[in-house]
């Protein structure tokens, strides 16, 4: 809330209002018999009115939205109204008996009989002026409070769709990037070397190659899976790894049992084998060693750091894919960091499906 044209012009009328009120309060008690000297007193006395409720309203109207800053709603309505009841009414009442001895002593009305009787009305007009004032301003700063909720209600509404929205394409997106054909090229590279060297391999491969895209049919759909169940996956992919890379690759995983029923996005812990897979050399002269562990409340995926140097910039791809996921959780963002040794990758666990 604040001042505007709209609010002056208000004050004006109610300045008026509050003179005619008592000069026909006059009329009726029959204190005037000169009718140009009641129209003389009432246009000098609606001046006065004027001039003092404009004065008084925009000086408590300033006191009350600063208050309502000062003390917005959410640390208790009961504590503003204390404090503007403290100050407003003061205020109000202290301005009016300062305006009244000033008019008073410079034109003294001719109705009234003595400076009590000029002082006490004015402080009775103060009084209910400000108590009005208070309640329409409580009213108007309600009704605000109100329309901005609704408005943040819609806002978030909206933007909950957008994320599901987006979550969907993201889940497409990542669906799409795991059947991929360098992954698909280089496991038939790998299954038809089996099949000529180690049949009953061969087979084993098999199931666990069908194992991997069962999953990631199985997922495409979900915002987040069991812990367990991303391992039971990545135990398929590790076993797929492992055959093209021998010796070269070693992977450690030890996840606490008391994870395995939280949750994390589906794909997040593949995501991150495949990135460590794809930019690091894995030779017999370089091995390269990835270990999957948890803290109190992530996930972490580390690996010794040897970047291929035949490899282009990274675009990133599946670690944005990762981060984008995560932003439809509140407070649940992964962090990825990088020193001479070790890419660290930590993924928030989520101990509750939202």
């Known amino acids: 809330m604040r001042i505007t044209k709209r609010f002056v012009i208000i004050f004006i009328i109610a300045g008026l209002v509050l003179s005619l009120i008592f000069y026909i309060r006059y009329l009726f008690r029959g204190d005037y018999d000169d009718v140009l000297l009641f129209t003389r007193d009432f246009l000098i006395n609606s001046l006065i009115s004027v001039i003092i409720t404009v004065s ?17 709603w959410n640390e208790g309505i009961m504590k503003r109204l204390f404090f503007e009841i403290f100050f407003t009414y003061p205020v109000a009442i202290g301005m ?3 305006f009244s001895l000033i008019t008073y002593s410079i034109y003294p009305p001719t109705n009234v009989t003595s400076l009590n009787e000029h002082l006490f009305n004015g402080a009775l007009v103060s009084f209910i002026m400000n108590s009005v004032l208070v309640a329409i301003s409580e009213g108007i700063f309600f009704f605000d409070q109100w329309k901005h909720s609704l408005v943040e209600q819609e806002k978030l509404k909206a933007e909950k769709e957008k994320l599901q929205r987006e979550n969907i394409e993201i889940q497409y997106e990542t669906l799409k990037n795991q059947v991929n054909p360098h992954f698909l090229f280089n496991s038939l590279n790998v299954l038809s070397s089996l099949i000529q060297t180690d049949p009953s391999k ?6 666990e ?8 049919l199985d997922v495409k759909d979900k915002s987040l899976v069991t812990v367990k169940e991303e391992l039971e996956f990545i ?5 797929l790894q492992k055959i093209r890379f021998e010796k070269s690759l070693n992977i450690k995983i030890n996840i606490p049992e008391g994870f395995m029923l939280d949750f994390i996005p589906p794909l997040a812990l593949q995501i991150l084998l495949e990135n460590t897979i794809k930019h690091n050399q894995i030779t017999l002269e370089k091995p390269l060693f990835v270990e999957i562990y948890a803290d109190d409340e992530s996930l972490i995926v580390r690996n ?9 910039d990274s675009t ?6 990762i981060k984008e996921r995560y932003s439809l959780f509140q407070n649940k963002n992964p ?11 930590k993924i928030p666990i989520i101990t509750k499906e939202k």
Do not use: C
């Not at 135990?235 to 076993?239: L, P």
């Open 56 to 72: 008084i309203s925009l000086t408590v109207l300033s006191i009350l939205i600063w208050l309502q800053k000062k003390h917005p």
């Open 96 to 98: 009016i008996l300062v």
């Open 304 to 312: 010794n750091l040897q970047l291929r140097s035949d490899m282009q």
């Open 335 to 345: 962090h990825f960091s990088q020193d001479d040794k070790y890419f660290i990758a």
């Open 209 to 216: 190659f069908a194992s991997v895209y069962r999953y990631v």
């Open 202 to 207: 061969a087979e084993e491969f098999v199931d």
């Open 316 to 321: 990133g791809i599946g670690l944005n894919n």
């Open 235 to 239: 135990e398929s992919y590790v076993f």
